[in-house]
């Protein structure tokens, strides 16, 4: 299949070109049409799929299908995801598929000022991607309307339940038009009774979409356990990382405390190494990330919600330091690893107790 037979305007298809693709992913062949004609839909797909370009393309699409007048502050898309680093990365999508077309987007996510937000809104934004804290401080100044919303994209949504935005939720699909009035798309790695609940609420006779679950399709990730002591982790670690010539290392661990701690350590064995986590800045966050993405730092040190929708081009390597406690963690932290066609490693350090 093509992305030309899936019907995507001329703009479009110029920046799905620019940007090397060559076909649709499995999660976009299936999304895209639906979400062309206009249908709800309830997509399985981890990070790592293209589900992101599969909601973007689409609703570029419609927007400049149907161009309408809109007044400052009413958004005419609205794109609600967990972490600001996806909300981030979903906007920079937005921006590059949508390069040769005119439409405005913007960003809101908490522990920025919020007055460039406010600026921003004010002068029209037709797209804008947002986490729930911080669109809900919007809506209270009112300075952002949400009674227009044609298309709403839940993204990530299991992770948003469980970082407990359920109040936030609602409290947002209150501002927003009747769910037969507006078309909702939602993408969850995973369909607890939770998510099929929401769903039910949100969604208007959705059509299911599922592609291969990750861990089944991605078979280019190598998954290793090394049986080691607690204490010998971080030794072996460095070994694997020194001997291995390891240039991009994503390493998992389960605390704050312990990623800082982990940091420092691999730094005084020689390897550069930083640690990323929600008590950092975002000015943090974002220096950590640009600094290993442009290998200036070989390890990152990561929490579980830190890491949630980072998008490394090629990363080759993760490591479990320490097993997370529920298997969706453990997918969704491999799933750093092999994207997009590229092979990786995902190595798991497994203590006596962790068995
Ligand atoms: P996502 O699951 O949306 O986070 O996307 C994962 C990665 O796949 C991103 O780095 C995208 O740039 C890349 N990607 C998305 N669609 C395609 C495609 N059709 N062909 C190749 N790479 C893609």
Same mark, same amino acid.
């Given at each position: 299949?093509?992305?030309?037979?899936?019907?995507?305007?001329?703009?479009?298809? &110029?920046? +799905?070109?620019?940007?090397?693709?060559?076909?649709?992913?499995? +999660?976009?062949?299936?999304?895209?049409?639906?979400?062309?004609?206009?249908?709800? +839909?309830?997509?399985? %797909?981890?990070?790592?799929?293209?589900?992101?370009? *599969?909601?973007?393309?689409?609703?570029?699409?419609?927007?400049?299908?149907?161009?309408?007048? @809109?007044?400052?502050?009413?958004? &005419?898309?609205?794109?609600?995801?967990?972490?600001?680093?996806?909300?981030?990365?979903?906007?920079?999508?937005?921006?590059?598929?949508?390069?040769?077309?005119?439409?405005?987007?913007?960003?809101?996510?908490?522990?920025?000022?919020?007055?460039?937000?406010?600026?921003?809104? &004010?002068?029209?934004?037709?797209?804008?991607?947002?986490?729930?804290?911080?669109?809900?401080?919007?809506?209270?100044?009112?300075?952002?309307?949400?009674?227009?919303?044609?298309?709403?994209?839940?993204?990530?949504?299991?992770?948003?339940?469980?970082?407990?935005?359920?109040?936030?939720?609602? @409290?947002?699909?209150?501002?927003?038009?009747?769910?037969?009035?507006?078309?909702?798309?939602?993408?969850?790695?995973?369909?607890?009774?939770?998510?099929?609940?929401?769903?039910?609420?949100?969604?208007? @006779?959705?059509?299911?979409?599922?592609?291969?679950?990750?861990?089944?399709?991605?078979?280019? +990730?190598?998954?290793?356990?090394?049986?080691?002591?607690?204490?010998?982790?971080?030794?072996?670690?460095?070994?694997?990382v020194? %001997?291995?010539?390891w240039q991009q290392v994503?390493?998992?661990?389960?605390?704050?405390?312990?990623?800082?701690?982990?940091?420092?350590?691999?730094?005084?064995?020689?390897l550069s190494a930083?640690?990323?986590?929600?008590?950092?800045?975002?000015? %943090? @966050?974002? &220096?950590?990330?640009?600094?290993?993405?442009?290998g200036?730092v070989r390890v990152?040190?990561?929490?579980?919600?830190?890491?949630?929708?980072?998008?490394?081009?090629?990363?080759?390597?993760?490591?479990?330091?320490?097993?997370?406690?529920?298997?969706?963690?453990?997918?969704?932290?491999?799933?750093?690893?092999?994207?997009?066609?590229?092979? *990786?490693? %995902?190595?798991?350090?497994?203590?006596?107790?962790?068995?």
């Amino acid at each position: 299949m093509s992305f030309e037979s899936l019907g995507l305007s001329a703009e479009l298809l &110029r920046a +799905i070109s620019e940007q090397g693709y060559t076909e649709p992913t499995p +999660i976009q062949s299936k999304a895209i049409p639906l979400v062309l004609q206009g249908k709800d +839909i309830m997509a399985g %797909a981890q990070t790592g799929t293209g589900k992101t370009a *599969g909601f973007t393309l689409p609703i570029l699409h419609l927007l400049s299908d149907r161009p309408v007048e @809109r007044r400052p502050r009413q958004v &005419r898309v609205l794109v609600l995801a967990p972490t600001r680093e996806l909300a981030a990365q979903v906007a920079e999508s937005v921006e590059t598929y949508g390069r040769h077309l005119p439409h405005r987007a913007a960003v809101v996510f908490g522990g920025v000022n919020i007055n460039p937000q406010i600026s921003r809104l &004010r002068g029209g934004v037709e797209i804008l991607i947002a986490t729930p804290g911080r669109l809900l401080d919007h809506v209270q100044r009112k300075t952002v309307d949400l009674s227009q919303v044609e298309m709403l994209v839940l993204d990530e949504a299991d992770r948003m339940l469980d970082m407990g935005f359920i109040h936030d939720i609602r @409290r947002i699909m209150k501002c927003l038009p009747d769910k037969n009035q507006r078309q909702s798309l939602l993408f969850s790695a995973t369909f607890s009774n939770e998510i099929q609940q929401l769903a039910n609420q949100l969604l208007n @006779r959705p059509e299911l979409v599922e592609v291969a679950r990750r861990n089944a399709t991605v078979e280019l +990730i190598e998954q290793v356990v090394h049986p080691v002591d607690k204490n010998r982790k971080r030794e072996l670690l460095s070994h694997l990382v020194g %001997a291995g010539y390891w240039q991009q290392v994503l390493v998992f661990m389960r605390t704050k405390h312990g990623a800082n701690r982990l940091a420092r350590q691999l730094e005084t064995d020689g390897l550069s190494a930083t640690a990323i986590h929600g008590n950092k800045t975002q000015a %943090a @966050r974002t &220096r950590a990330l640009a600094d290993f993405k442009q290998g200036r730092v070989r390890v990152l040190v990561a929490t579980d919600i830190a890491a949630r929708g980072l998008d490394i081009d090629q990363l080759p390597h993760v490591v479990n330091y320490e097993l997370p406690n529920v298997p969706e963690d453990y997918v969704h932290r491999i799933g750093r690893t092999g994207r997009a066609g590229h092979e *990786g490693t %995902a190595v798991s350090l497994v203590s006596p107790a962790e068995r």
